[in-house]
C-alpha cells in the first residue's frame, strides 16, 4: 500500500509542476487548433480524411456526426501524438537531474521501480490530459459544423480511449525507457525513435488499404476503424475506389456524403489494445531494470578507469602552494586566424555528440543521393539525410549550459561576434555536407529552383536549432518542432511545409523563400536571447 501511495504522490507532484508551466498551455492551445484544423469546413479548400484519388475533384467523406469526427480526430492525433508526445514528455528525469532533485530522491528509501512508474504515469497524464482537451473540441466541432447537431457521447468518447490511450501509453512509457538507456538519451535515440514511429505507422496502416491489419501488429489502434469507415463507403458508393486517404489535401469541390454509423468495438479489438497496455507495462519494468537510481559513483569509476589515475583526495590538495595564471596577450587575436581556430573547435565539440557508425550512414546518404533516381533520391534519401544530424543540430545554443560552461563562454570577449556566428556557421557546413549529394545532383541536371531550396534549407535548420537552443537551454523544442516540419512538409509532402524542396508544388509556391526569411528572423532572436543570457 506505501509503494502505491508513494507512486501517487510521485506522479501528482511531477505533473501539477508540468501543468504550472506558461509552455503547457501553449501546447493544449495547439491541441485546439489541431482538432480544428483536422474538421475542415466544407469552403476550407482540403481535407483529412477522404475517399477517392488525389487528383480526382469529386470526393466522399462520413457526415460529421459524432462518430465520424471523432474517428477522424483519434486518427489524426495518434498519427501526430506518438510522434511529438514522445518530444514532450521525454525529459522528467532530466529535470530531476539537472534542478538536483535526483539526489535528494537517491537519499529516500523509494524504490527505483517505483520512481520510473510515477514518471511514466506522470508522462502517460500529461498525454491525456491533451485527450480530455480534444474530446471537448471535438464536440464543439461537431456542432459547429452543424451536419449533424445529436451528440452520441459513446461513439464521441470510445474511438479517443480504445485507439489512442493504450498508443499513448506505450509512448510514455517508452519515453521514460530512453531517459534511463545512457545511449539512448540523446538525439540518438531521437533518430532512433522516428524510425521505430515510421515503422508503427507502417504496420497500423499497412502497405495495402484494402487489406485488413492485425490488430496485435497496430499500436495506434487505427485498423478497425478504417476498415469499418471502408464498409460504410463500399455500401454507400459500391462501384468507388474504397482507398483512404490521411492526409492535408487540397480541394475544389464540396464532398460527396455518407452516414457511418460508428465503431462497436469487438472483444477482439479490446483485447489487442489490452496487450498493448500490457506492453507498455513491460517497457516500463525494463526501463527500471536501466536506472542508475542517479547514481554517480559509476560514472567516476569510469573517469578513472579510462584515465588510469586514481583521483587525488580533498587532503591531499596542498593549498599553499602558489597559483600562476597565463596572463592574457595585450590584444587578442583577430581575423582569419581566430575564426578558423573557433571554427575547428566547434566542429570537435560537434563530432562529440555523435558516435565513429555516423559517418559511415552519413556517407551511405550522399552516395544514395548522388546515383539514385533523382525523384527517390530528392523524396526519399535528401529528408534520411537531413535527419541524421539531429544529434549535432540539437546541441547547438544550449551545450553551454548542459555542459555548466555558461559562465566561461559567455565572459570571453566578443561572444556574439565571434563564437555565435561561427557555431552557425560549423552547422551550416554539417548541413551542406550532408544534403552534398544532393546538391552536386541539383547543379549536374541544372535544376536550379531546387539547388536554392536546398541551399536555403542548409540555413533555415541550424538558424532554427540555435534560436530554440538559445531560447529555451535545451533541445527538446527544436528536436519537437523540426520533426514536424520535417515528418508533414517533407515525409508527407505538404507543400507548404516543405522547405526542402521536394514537391514541386513548394518550389512553385516560393516555399523555401519563406523559410529563407524565417531563418533572418531565427538568427535575430537567437542574437538577442544570448545577448540578453549574458546580462543575467
Not at 528509501?109 to 517505483?114: A, E, G, T
Not at 461513439?155 to 531517459?179: H, R
Not at 544514395?368 to 549535432?392: E, K, Q, S
Request: with cysteine.
Amino acid at each position: 500500500m506505501s509503494m502505491i501511495r508513494a507512486i501517487y504522490h510521485l506522479a501528482l507532484a511531477d505533473y501539477r509542476e508540468r501543468v504550472r508551466r506558461s509552455s503547457f498551455l501553449i501546447i493544449l492551445a495547439l491541441t485546439i487548433f489541431a482538432g480544428y484544423a483536422s474538421i475542415p469546413a466544407v469552403a476550407s479548400g482540403y481535407s483529412t480524411l477522404r475517399f477517392g484519388n488525389d487528383e480526382a475533384a469529386l470526393w466522399y467523406r462520413g457526415l460529421y456526426n459524432s462518430a465520424w469526427v471523432a474517428t477522424q480526430v483519434s486518427l489524426w492525433a495518434a498519427v501526430i501524438l506518438t510522434l511529438a508526445g514522445f518530444f514532450l514528455v521525454r525529459d522528467t528525469i532530466g529535470r530531476d537531474v539537472q534542478t538536483g532533485v535526483g539526489q535528494i530522491i537517491a537519499a529516500t528509501p523509494l524504490r527505483k521501480l517505483s520512481y520510473i512508474i510515477g514518471k511514466a504515469l506522470s508522462n502517460l497524464a500529461v498525454l491525456t490530459s491533451m485527450v480530455l482537451v480534444l474530446i471537448v473540441a471535438t464536440a464543439v466541432m461537431q456542432l459547429l459544423r452543424g451536419e449533424s447537431m445529436t451528440l452520441d457521447v459513446w461513439q464521441l468518447v470510445s474511438p479517443f480511449v480504445v485507439m489512442l490511450l493504450p498508443a499513448l501509453a506505450v509512448v510514455a512509457a517508452l519515453a521514460v525507457l530512453f531517459e534511463c538507456v545512457k545511449w539512448l538519451r540523446g538525439a540518438i535515440g531521437s533518430v532512433i525513435y522516428v524510425i521505430f514511429y515510421f515503422l508503427i505507422m507502417f504496420l497500423s496502416f499497412g502497405d495495402d488499404q484494402t487489406a485488413a491489419v492485425n490488430p496485435l501488429f497496430d499500436m495506434l489502434g487505427v485498423s478497425y476503424s478504417v476498415q469499418k469507415m471502408r464498409e460504410a463507403f463500399q455500401a454507400a458508393f459500391p462501384h468507388l475506389d474504397s482507398t483512404l486517404n490521411v492526409g492535408i489535401t487540397p480541394t475544389t469541390q464540396a464532398p460527396h456524403t455518407f452516414v457511418w454509423a460508428g465503431n462497436t468495438w469487438p472483444w477482439s479489438i479490446i483485447s489487442a489494445r489490452l496487450i498493448w497496455l500490457a506492453i507498455a507495462a513491460a517497457i516500463v519494468l525494463l526501463a527500471s531494470l536501466f536506472f542508475t537510481r542517479f547514481d554517480t559513483v559509476k560514472i567516476g569509476k569510469a573517469r578513472v578507469k579510462q584515465s588510469g589515475k586514481e583521483p587525488l583526495l580533498q587532503e591531499e590538495v596542498s593549498t599553499s602552494l602558489p597559483s600562476h595564471l597565463t596572463p592574457l596577450p595585450a590584444r587578442a587575436r583577430t581575423g582569419l586566424v581566430s575564426w578558423g581556430t573557433v571554427l575547428l573547435g566547434e566542429l570537435r565539440l560537434f563530432s562529440r555528440d555523435v558516435p565513429p557508425w555516423w559517418y559511415l550512414g552519413a556517407l551511405l546518404w550522399i552516395i544514395l543521393c548522388l546515383f539514385l533516381p533523382f525523384d527517390i533520391a530528392r523524396a526519399f534519401f535528401l529528408p534520411i539525410a537531413w535527419i541524421w544530424p539531429l544529434p549535432i543540430w540539437s546541441s547547438l545554443g544550449n551545450r553551454e549550459k548542459r555542459d555548466h560552461m555558461q559562465q566561461l563562454v559567455f565572459s570571453t570577449p566578443r561572444v556574439l561576434l565571434r563564437q555565435l556566428p561561427v557555431l552557425y556557421i560549423a552547422a551550416v557546413a554539417v548541413a551542406l555536407l550532408t544534403a552534398s549529394g544532393m546538391l552536386l545532383r541539383d547543379l549536374f541536371v541544372g535544376d536550379m529552383p531546387a539547388l536554392v531550396a536546398v541551399l536555403l534549407g542548409s540555413l533555415f535548420i541550424p538558424a532554427l536549432a540555435l534560436a530554440a537552443g538559445v531560447w529555451t537551454s535545451g533541445r527538446r523544442l527544436f528536436e519537437l518542432l523540426y520533426v514536424l516540419i520535417w515528418y508533414i512538409g517533407a515525409i508527407n509532402q505538404m507543400p507548404v511545409l516543405d522547405f526542402m524542396g521536394v514537391t514541386r508544388s513548394s518550389l512553385t509556391l516560393g516555399v523555401p523563400y519563406v523559410f529563407g526569411v524565417a531563418t533572418l528572423v531565427l538568427l535575430v532572436l537567437a542574437v538577442y536571447g544570448r545577448k540578453l543570457q549574458m546580462h543575467v
